[in-house]
């Protein structure tokens, strides 16, 4: 409404013109922002400032169908190279990584995201989520295992809330995420893979699974030789042991035919292998393993933590 000589007369609004620089959007799209920008803010002590903020907002919404967005690129010059996940440490810096390995590409269902777990050169895990206009260019588990140099992009803490979960178990826990943007390049690096890249990511010891009695829900990833096996149709009971020496009970189930006859090989030769992503379950007395839907078994692994076993 618009006041002429007195009274209160209609008009047509303007167009109302969006302007979002882009390391604003925190890895939101242009959309997502302009929502959250108009969404209420809870005013249950009756502030007279957050309620004149939400008319407002009010106001800017019935604009909605004659408004456009835009995001502001930033400028692309002085990111920092890096080599590993330690270096980055700037949350208003822009970054290119020189190697990373895509670890796994995961549609978390109830968070209504998608979840990339990266790994460096020095084998530790970092997180990124991807936000909702750019899943069709990531969701592709072909991207799984390979090698690549990840280019501009930024980082967030990452909150306890926000850490992806698989039943309720924590995949990676990182204190920072990866932001990816709409000018992030994840580049393969298939002609120029470091010298001694490792496809396997940093592995907690059996002495350490062991003894840690911490409340949390984690997934981990386990290495160990078999020292006995049962099997029950496609399911396995486990005792694996590292070269602390120490053992742990590992359940394995709803396995491939192809891993069922690795496994009964594997164990009648006392085999070492490696399991990516098991849930680490207390019992009363012990903590034991269990295989997920998302774990991968590995038979004979190159890798350091399986030498001497």
């Excluded at 939400?54 to 919404?61: E, K, P, T």
């Excluded at 549609?107 to 998608?114: A, I, N, Q, Y």
Aim: hydrophobic content about 40%; overall charge neutral; aromatic content about 8%.
């Amino acid at each position: 409404m618009n006041r002429v000589k007195g009274q209160d007369v209609a008009f047509e609004p303007a167009k109302l013109l969006w302007l979002i620089q882009r390391d604003f959007l925190q890895g939101k799209s242009v959309k997502e922002m302009v929502d959250e920008a108009l969404r209420h803010v809870p005013n249950h002590d009756g502030d007279k400032n957050i309620d004149q903020v939400n008319q407002i907002r009010d106001s800017l919404a019935i604009m909605g169908d004659n408004s456009t967005a835009f995001s502001l690129p930033q400028d692309m010059s002085g990111h920092c190279t890096v080599d590993e996940f330690s270096s980055l440490r700037n949350d208003r810096a822009w970054y290119n990584l020189t190697f990373v390995m895509v670890e796994l590409i995961w549609h978390d269902v109830e968070g209504k995201r998608l979840v990339i777990i990266f790994l460096d050169q020095n084998r530790q895990k970092i997180v990124a989520i991807v936000p909702q206009d750019l899943i069709h260019l990531y969701n592709d588990d072909t991207l799984m295992g390979g090698f690549f140099s990840l280019n501009h992009f930024q980082i967030e803490n990452l909150n306890y809330h926000e850490y992806p979960k698989y039943h309720n178990y924590l995949l990676v826990c990182s204190e920072k995420k990866i932001v990816i943007n709409e000018y992030t390049k994840l580049l393969s690096l298939e002609l120029t893979i470091p010298r001694g890249a490792c496809i396997y990511p940093l592995v907690p010891s059996i002495i350490k699974l062991k003894h840690d009695r911490r409340p949390k829900k984690f997934i981990v990833d386990v290495v160990g030789r078999i020292i006995e096996g049962k099997r029950d149709r496609c399911c396995f009971e486990l005792s694996l042991r590292d070269k602390t020496g120490h053992t742990i009970q590992m359940f394995l189930s709803t396995l491939k035919p192809s891993d069922v006859i690795c496994t009964i090989l594997a164990v009648q030769r006392k085999s070492i292998i490696y399991v990516s992503r098991v849930k680490f379950v207390h019992l009363p007395d012990i903590n034991i393993l269990k295989s997920t839907e998302l774990s991968r078994i590995t038979y004979d692994p190159d890798m350091l933590e399986a030498r001497d076993i």
